[in-house]
């Protein structure tokens, strides 16, 4: 029973071809078109993303690459300093819109 209960608080994620199939069917295209769009958008924000530019989709939100800084961490199973390289991550803020029909 409680694998059950445990499963069931679980939610769905969507996938990539979930949502091609969506795209394909809302606009007349085979599945194949819808997945090539799906793809190309995916494509375009990894580029931009790459080239350390922001993405913006009105009503959707923002996609911005921001750099994180060198640091010092410990290693929990030892307690040794270690160092952590500077990196970059992409983070996503979400616009008004989005934000606001989640929270309806």
Known sequence: MERFLRKSRRT??????????????????????????????????????????ETSIPGFGKFKVKDTPEREARNPATGASIKVAAAKKLTFAPAKALKDTLNK
């Open 12 to 53: 769905k994620m969507t996938t990539t071809n979930e949502i091609a199939d969506k795209i394909a069917g809302e606009h007349g295209l085979t599945k194949v078109q819808g997945k090539a769009v799906v793809e190309a958008v995916f494509a375009a924000i990894t580029a931009a993303s790459t080239a350390g530019n």
